[in-house]
């Protein structure tokens, strides 16, 4: 879902007229052998982006395979169905929130996969779109909502919180230390309608920080888009579902995630799941019926190669696990 470098200047409002941008997917050779990829297999990329990875999963998969790409930003779901246009009724785009995942698959009848895919967080479409807010190097309205219907911005979150509670949003889901002084910094100058308007309440609490550190902003910005668009959540019903759509034995889920808080969920999902007791330590007899329907393939996250790196800064902080479904529900 990242480019190694920005692309053309794309349209707002759900069009692609124009834009035709230069596509890297994010650990792309990882996520196939992730998969397994083979003949005659279907999968489900659960965040199609610019379809990088669906076009990829559905080259290995041929012949006889099949793909479901999912992705909520319509503008994604233009650039994504232009580009598997060409492998026909092999592939289905289909638009809704990787929450829905479950919903989705069923109607297009892509039960009992053999694959998952999630490549989470921002991507580099939503970062160099202008009018999207994502980004604080351009001054813009202050929106983040991936999919643009959706009703709540970032604007309405700086604006309507309380300070205690935009506090808490910075720092859980920044991991900002300073969020109590941004916080208060943010109140003070409300309303906030820009990013750049933003930056400054920041700046002015914080400082502007060293050339060489990360630009004071970025934790807060990172926060405020995964309140936003509920991104923890979301994941946190995709994996769920996304471990019942596999196949058992054999099906594979792969999660490409780009900071602490999203890995965090990711492994300890695969890891509760991988257990066959998650009763208390010290309880002497196992009473929780739980069966372990995982098997880790990857204990310790993949991350990119440097020379991934060097040619596409933004794969930097990537992670990416991998799970295998060993045994159905019902076994």
Do not use: W
Not at 10 to 25: L, V
């Amino acid at each position: 879902m990242t480019p190694p470098t920005p692309p053309r200047t794309p349209p707002t409002g759900g069009t692609t007229e124009g834009y035709r941008p230069r596509h890297e997917p994010v650990m792309l050779r990882e996520a196939l052998d992730g998969l397994a990829v083979h003949s005659g297999g279907r999968y489900i990329d659960a965040t199609a982006g610019l379809g990088g990875h669906s076009s990829a999963i559905i080259e290995a998969a041929l012949p006889g395979g099949r793909l479901l790409a999912i992705d909520r930003d319509p503008n994604a779901i233009l650039l994504a169905t232009e580009r598997l246009s060409a492998y026909g009724d092999a592939v289905v785009v289909a638009r809704g929130e990787f929450a829905d995942i479950e919903e989705i698959a069923q109607e297009h009848g892509f039960t009992e996969v053999d694959g998952v895919l999630f490549d989470v967080g921002v991507s580099s479409l939503q970062l160099d779109q202008p009018g999207r807010g994502f980004s604080f190097q351009r001054d813009e309205p202050l929106d983040m909502r991936m999919d643009p219907d959706a009703e709540t911005t970032a604007a309405d979150l700086v604006n309507r919180s309380s300070e205690q509670d935009l506090a808490s949003i910075i720092y859980e889901y920044g991991e900002e230390r300073r969020s109590r002084r941004i916080a208060r910094a943010i109140v003070e100058r409300r309303p906030i309608r820009t990013t750049r308007e933003l930056v400054t309440a920041i700046e002015a609490a914080v400082g502007r920080g060293r050339a060489r550190d990360i630009h004071p902003a970025t934790l807060t910005f990172q926060a405020l888009r995964i309140a936003v668009n509920e991104e923890l959540h979301q994941l946190d019903v995709a994996l769920e579902a996304a471990r019942q759509l596999l196949k058992a034995p054999g099906g594979r889920l792969v999660v490409i995630s780009f900071h602490s808080l999203e890995d965090r969920r990711v492994k300890e999902f695969f890891r509760l799941h991988a257990r066959d007791c998650i009763c208390p330590p010290r309880q002497p007899v196992c009473t929780c019926d739980h069966r372990a329907t995982l098997r880790e393939v990857t204990r310790r996250p993949l991350r990119p190669t440097l020379d991934e790196v060097n040619a596409n800064p933004r794969a930097r902080s990537a992670r990416l696990r991998v799970a295998e479904r060993i045994v159905s529900e019902a076994a």
